[in-house]
């Protein structure tokens, strides 16, 4: 029997086949799978094109998997109709099952029952289980109202530093030359109304994006912040002041010794701010272990073992982790 | 023979018909008028209804007219097809030239062919004039580059508060009764995933606005600092901040004694902010006279008597100022 579970983030969405013993036994990629973040139509295609990959990869039947459970921001609610569609183009005979992807995170990390994961990719989000069940959300309010310290968050503060630096209201800043080459934007040329075309070329080549675009732009802060550049360096100090705030906030008293789990883009290669979030809730008294996951693509599959009536244990969660490795 | 003057704003746009020695004889006002905050349609049929209203006000023909200015930012870049239709449809028989919006500004103010306006609405821009013309421009980037200190820039500041506050990343704040009162959010309800049902609410009602929408909750930040509110007075101060960055980038040694012209419903309402970009600009040496004008339709009017060929002296520019005073 063959059980299905997808990990769909805004850059990548994932696709295991996993036995109930936890043995991985097909694993496929696509694009980015977020409804938000690409679209309906093109996340719905991702998230189908990776079930397909894995359940091939697998020699699995479709109409041979009795539980599917797709991990994705916002869960069902934002999934919707093209979402549906798709997934029936796949042959699925099961329902399929969605799940909070912050959840996927924690229990690629955990099976207890009690702790916190806190992911800071695209966005930024932090949740507590007590009982199994996620018992507090601290941000994960998107571009506009949140994700304080993600990705996008500080890409956004890296091409308006470097608007402000083109601008003259701030000092120049290293951030600038592999920004504009990223964008495509060339040597300078005439000014119109005093502006330099090069910020003309920004704004225009900015403002084309989808707003959570600009968390690609995340990676140039760090390396200008290694180079010592200091607006990459402020940026990323408040990156680590926001998501200590947010570790901070999910701390409780009541799951003292719980583990804490580390995910999304940021926290996996930012050691720095992992540190900073973890040194947060060590303070507030949460005394738990540390560990960073790549995705939530192990704990989907846990939760899709797990809807499919198998109980999964630390054997099956090491089987579960150990192929995984292995098929990627 | 008559002049038309328009200038075109993100919630109003206001139209004045104007004879050679600077008589105000039409006035009309009409919805948002800028393309880039409502769509290019809707942009089009404000500045349309705008400019017939003051034409039909003042009598005047619309073939009748030599020169029509239409302030406006972005200028005729952003203007774009649906404008020129619809300006077409007025059946005004002379060209319509695009200005630049805050050079409208300045020219409400002032004559002089050196000086600055600075402008906080919506967005937030400045400007210096040599030779009557704009030499030098810092901002008016955009709410996603730009426009610090600007309306949008407060009131993104004025939703992430309160969504932090009920988020429990920071302590309760004075601006969220009023942002949610505005919004129709009521009660508090269940909770999803620990997360209140009132700051879902506010996710799901602020994600339906258009961003630059959000200026409009501006004026609650300044009610709280009033009352005394942290979070408000913190997201004021650092609005003051960075207005003042933006008058100082602006300033230069060259234009020392021209005047300073403060524009938009932020700079016009709010004093401690024009005092900050003022103190700015006199600490970069800026010595001029400071001056604050309630929107660029003045400035638009001395425009078109130019374009028309009508030179605007201050007799003139007395009389455009005091009789259009009389029409509002």
Same mark, same amino acid.
């Given at each position: 029997?063959?059980?299905?579970?997808?990990?769909?983030?805004?850059?990548?969405?994932?696709?295991?086949?996993?036995?109930?013993?936890?043995?991985?036994?097909?694993?496929?990629?696509?694009?980015?799978?977020?409804?938000?973040?690409?679209?309906?139509?093109?996340?719905?295609? +991702?998230?189908?094109?990776?079930?397909?990959?894995?359940?091939?990869?697998?020699?699995?039947?479709?109409?041979?998997?009795?539980?599917?459970?797709?991990?994705?921001?916002?869960?069902?609610?934002?999934?919707?109709?093209?979402?549906?569609?798709?997934?029936?183009?796949?042959?699925?005979?099961?329902?399929? @099952?969605?799940?909070?992807?912050?959840?996927?995170?924690?229990?690629?990390?955990?099976?207890?029952?009690?702790?916190?994961?806190?992911?800071? !990719?695209?966005?930024?989000? +932090?949740?507590?289980?007590?009982?199994?069940?996620?018992?507090?959300?601290?941000?994960?309010?998107?571009?506009?109202?949140?994700? +304080?310290?993600?990705?996008?968050?500080?890409?956004?503060?890296?091409?308006?530093?470097?608007?402000?630096?083109?601008?003259?209201?701030?000092?120049?800043?290293?951030?600038?030359?592999?920004?504009?080459?990223?964008? !495509?934007?060339?040597?300078?040329?005439?000014?119109?109304?005093?502006?330099?075309?090069?910020?003309?070329?920004?704004?225009?080549?900015?403002?084309?994006?989808?707003?959570?675009?600009?968390?690609?732009?995340?990676?140039? +802060?760090?390396?200008?912040?290694?180079?010592?550049?200091?607006?990459?360096?402020?940026?990323?100090?408040?990156?680590?002041?926001?998501?200590?705030?947010?570790?901070?906030?999910?701390?409780?008293?009541?799951?003292?010794?719980?583990?804490? @789990?580390?995910?999304?883009?940021?926290?996996?290669?930012?050691?720095?701010?992992?540190?900073?979030? @973890?040194?947060?809730?060590?303070?507030?008294?949460?005394?738990?272990?540390?560990?960073? @996951?790549?995705?939530?693509?192990?704990?989907?599959?846990?939760?899709?073992?797990?809807?499919?009536?198998?109980?999964?244990?630390?054997?099956?969660?090491?089987?579960?982790?150990?192929?995984?490795?292995?098929?990627?």
């Amino acid at each position: 029997v063959h059980y299905l579970a997808l990990d769909v983030g805004g850059t990548s969405t994932r696709a295991v086949v996993v036995e109930a013993d936890g043995r991985c036994v097909g694993y496929g990629t696509s694009g980015g799978g977020n409804p938000t973040a690409s679209g309906g139509e093109e996340a719905a295609a +991702a998230i189908a094109a990776a079930a397909r990959v894995a359940t091939a990869a697998a020699g699995a039947h479709a109409d041979g998997i009795p539980a599917a459970v797709v991990a994705i921001a916002g869960e069902s609610g934002l999934a919707g109709e093209p979402l549906r569609r798709a997934l029936a183009a796949t042959r699925l005979a099961c329902d399929v @099952v969605f799940e909070n992807d912050v959840l996927a995170t924690y229990h690629s990390g955990s099976l207890a029952a009690g702790g916190y994961a806190i992911v800071a !990719g695209t966005g930024a989000v +932090a949740i507590r289980l007590e009982g199994s069940r996620v018992v507090a959300t601290v941000d994960g309010l998107g571009w506009l109202l949140g994700d +304080a310290g993600s990705g996008f968050w500080i890409g956004r503060r890296v091409v308006r530093a470097v608007a402000a630096a083109l601008d003259g209201r701030r000092p120049p800043t290293a951030l600038a030359p592999p920004l504009l080459a990223e964008l !495509g934007i060339g040597a300078d040329g005439p000014r119109a109304d005093g502006r330099p075309a090069v910020l003309q070329a920004l704004v225009d080549a900015t403002y084309q994006l989808r707003p959570v675009e600009l968390a690609r732009f995340a990676r140039l +802060a760090f390396d200008a912040e290694a180079a010592g550049d200091e607006a990459a360096s402020e940026i990323v100090a408040a990156a680590a002041r926001a998501l200590a705030v947010t570790g901070a906030a999910i701390a409780s008293p009541d799951v003292a010794t719980g583990p804490i @789990v580390l995910g999304g883009s940021i926290l996996a290669r930012q050691p720095a701010l992992a540190d900073s979030v @973890v040194t947060a809730m060590r303070a507030a008294g949460v005394a738990g272990p540390a560990t960073t @996951v790549p995705d939530g693509l192990a704990g989907a599959a846990v939760l899709a073992l797990r809807r499919g009536g198998v109980a999964v244990d630390e054997a099956v969660f090491g089987r579960i982790r150990s192929s995984l490795a292995t098929l990627r």
